[in-house]
C-alpha cells in the first residue's frame, strides 16, 4: 500500500478538495482507494454523506491512531491511502509525515501562504518524506508567474501542474462529486487528470 499526504500547517491551502479529487480519480483509476480524513472538522466525511458512490472509501481517524488505521486498511486490501491533514497542528502532521510514503504541500499564490510552506517543508524533512509543492487556486498568470520565482529560492520541488481557481472545485464538492465526475470534459477535470498521472510516475500507482 502507498500512502499520499496532502500537508500544510495552514488552513485554507485546499486540502480537502484534492484529497477528495486524488482520491476519486484514483478509484476511477482502479486503485482500491482509502481517504483518511484526520481534520476535526470532518469536511471530507460531510462530502462523502452526499456521495452516492460507495468508492473512494471515506474514514475519519485522529492522527493518533493513523498507523492502526492504516494498518487495517492494508489488510482490508487498500492499495493507495490520501491523507487528508488538519492545519496548524504540528504533532499531528509530523505523524502523518512519518507515515506517509509522499506528500504534497499545496498552496495559494500569496505571498502569507507562500511564507507558510516553510514550516511544513521542513516538517517533511524531520520525517525524511519527499515533498512536493503544488500551486492551488491560481487567479492570473502573473501570481503564478511569482509564486513559482518564490518557490524557486526555497529549497523544495515544485509540481510542473498547477491548478487553477475554477467553479467546478466547490460545486463538485457540494454535490458530492470530484470535479472529473462532476464534469468531465471540463478544465478541472483535466488538471487533475494530468496532475494524477504526474503523481503515478513518482509513486508507482
Not at 126 to 141: G, P
Not at 158 to 174: E, F, G, H, Q
Not at 177 to 186: H, I
Amino acid at each position: 500500500m502507498r500512502t499520499i499526504a496532502l500537508l500544510s500547517r495552514k488552513g485554507g491551502s485546499g486540502k480537502t478538495t484534492l484529497s477528495i479529487a486524488l482520491a476519486v480519480q484514483a478509484a476511477l483509476e482502479g486503485e482500491t482507494c482509502a481517504a483518511l480524513d484526520l481534520d476535526p472538522q470532518a469536511s471530507m466525511m460531510s462530502w462523502s454523506d452526499l456521495r452516492e458512490e460507495e468508492s473512494p472509501a471515506v474514514i475519519a481517524t485522529p492522527a493518533a491512531r493513523l498507523d492502526k488505521v492504516l494498518a487495517g486498511a492494508e489488510k482490508q486490501g487498500v492499495s493507495l491511502a490520501v491523507l487528508d491533514t488538519m492545519p496548524h497542528a504540528e504533532s499531528s502532521i509530523l505523524k502523518a509525515a512519518r507515515l506517509a510514503d509522499f506528500a504534497l504541500v499545496p498552496v495559494r499564490p500569496s505571498l502569507l501562504d507562500l511564507v507558510s510552506i516553510e514550516q511544513t517543508l521542513e516538517i517533511c524533512r524531520l520525517a525524511k518524506l519527499r515533498s512536493v509543492v503544488v500551486i492551488n487556486a491560481v487567479k492570473s498568470r502573473s501570481l503564478l508567474v511569482e509564486a513559482k520565482n518564490a518557490i524557486a529560492k526555497m529549497d523544495c520541488e515544485l509540481c510542473p501542474v498547477p491548478l487553477w481557481d475554477r467553479t467546478d472545485y466547490p460545486r463538485s464538492l457540494a454535490a458530492g462529486l470530484s470535479p472529473v465526475e462532476y464534469e468531465p470534459q471540463g478544465k478541472a477535470s483535466n488538471e487533475i487528470q494530468r496532475l494524477y498521472k504526474w503523481l503515478s510516475t513518482h509513486i508507482n500507482i
